[in-house]
């Protein structure tokens, strides 16, 4: 069975509610179908009624089992507005100027999965990052002791013999142009959480450079090296069971043979399911030549660092990626009060 499958038949014990944002886009509206015919969950697109409804008419798109909202008509309107001038970024609006900001899809979409009118949140496919980024990192918490917010990829491989039968997480491929060794050190240990809820597997995680064990001096890679010892630390003190070894050549991290030569003694090379990068132009040019090149099918961007499920997804997903990220974010919360408790205050700490 696919990774993805493995994804879905999960889900399907526990559908979830699942918010789009871009509800007007042809594409999020057919993978909200699709994900309604495969019994995973139950899709929420945000966006004028009658323009979705005509798109759904063009695009012979049954909405019998989609729910709609537009924010500018829905009843949670004048609640979301008073939570957001609670907020210290937002005191100072006033009435007209709340409500500007909460008739944009993203921030609606935003204060919904927030305030639980949703489970997890999927958008990103018909605009810039930054346009979804800024309301989820203002408007959802982020999780306790985390003070930024990265993403991963996950990779499902045709050859299976590498990652967990063929399945990797890279990060950050997506969010952090140059993480700091404590950002690096987060993100490996926020991966390394979500490829075990994922797989079930203990994640192997690697913390990649130009040089493996010290065969440079190189100060970046005495910074994966010093990444890898902190993630070291923060897995002890929290009793998580992971392997984490760096800095590793990315040869010597997939592949057995070199492994044995290079780092004999290592618990992750040659079998790492997680690939930390040093920062993001690597992470994010080796998923995508991963997904063109190699062929792979490509789920995310992934956001971790959040108290809520969240993806940001690339411009060019289409709907079979759409579908496969949503499932992601909806199997992870299933498990998301369990692994990442959270009070119930309305209130979010400034970003």
Known sequence: ??????????????????????????????????????????????GNVEEIERLAEKEKVDLSRIGIIDPVNASDLPMFCQWLTRLQRYRNLGPGEAESFLTNPNYFAAMMIQHGQADALVGGVSGFAGSLLRPLFQLVKPLPDVSFISSCMVMSLKDSQHGENGVLFFADCG?????????????????GKLCAQLTGIRPRVAFLSFSSKGSSKHPSAEKMAAATAQAHKIAESAEMNMEIDGELQADTALLPELARIKAPSSLVAGQANVLIFPDLNSGNIAAKLVEHLAGAEVYGQILLGLSKPCADLSRGATVETIVGAAAIVGLQAIE?????????????PEI
């Open 1 to 46: 069975m696919k990774f993805i499958e493995t994804v879905f038949s999960k889900l399907q014990r526990h559908p979830k509610r699942i918010v789009f944002p871009e509800g007007t886009e042809p594409r999020v509206l057919h993978a909200a179908a699709e994900m309604v015919k495969l019994k995973i969950a139950a899709p929420i697109l945000i």
């Open 336 to 348: 998301y009060r369990r692994l990442y408790p959270v009070d119930g205050s309305t209130d979010q």
């Open 175 to 191: 969010v952090i142009p140059e993480p700091t060794v404590p950002q690096l050190a987060q993100i490996g240990v926020q991966t």
